[in-house]
């Protein structure tokens, strides 16, 4: 297996392999750029109620349950050491981590699809527009330019 990303300036994806006490693991990162959709969630919210931020967490408890279901054994991260380095702007991001042992089934391109999925269902949700989910597979790119115009229609509305 190698490493699959999808990343772009509002959100990261990166799943690898690896050994890890002589067994196969999946080394899963994401991240998200918390100054490109804070003109999103600012004055909306309270202090600490960060819905894009809560939503990359549910992403990787539903990345939890997606891994059991394939048989797989998840575990937090912690540390991240392994996720060093992938944002790729010099913003400021929040990232979370997971471990996969036992990955079985689970291919790193399916976990990578199901969380970029999953993660704009939840900013889209979280803008409280009436903009639909596009269309799948789409590049980082197109992604991020449809991010964009999202992030700027919450602005204007």
């Given amino acids: 297996m190698k490493k699959h990303e999808y990343i772009n300036d509002y959100i990261y994806f990166t799943v690898r392999p690896d050994r890890r006490g002589g067994k196969d693991v999946l080394i899963y990162c994401s991240g998200i750029n918390l100054d490109r959709f804070l003109q999103m969630t600012r004055g909306r919210l309270g202090l600490g109620s960060n819905p894009i931020l809560s939503g990359l967490k549910l992403v990787k408890y539903d990345l939890c349950t997606l891994a059991l279901s394939h048989g797989a054994t998840p575990h937090d991260h912690c540390g991240h050491s392994d996720c060093f380095g992938i944002a790729p702007t010099k913003e400021a991001w929040y990232s979370e981590a997971l471990l996969i042992e036992n990955p079985c089934s689970l291919l790193p391109d399916e976990i990578i699809s199901f969380a970029?999925?999953?993660?704009?269902?939840?900013?889209?949700n979280t803008s409280l527009s009436d903009h639909e989910v596009p269309d799948f597979p789409l590049t980082p790119y197109d992604l991020q330019a449809h991010l964009e115009i999202l992030c700027k229609a919450v602005v204007i509305a």
Avoid: A, E
């Fill in 116 to 124: 970029v999925k999953s993660m704009l269902n939840k900013i889209i």
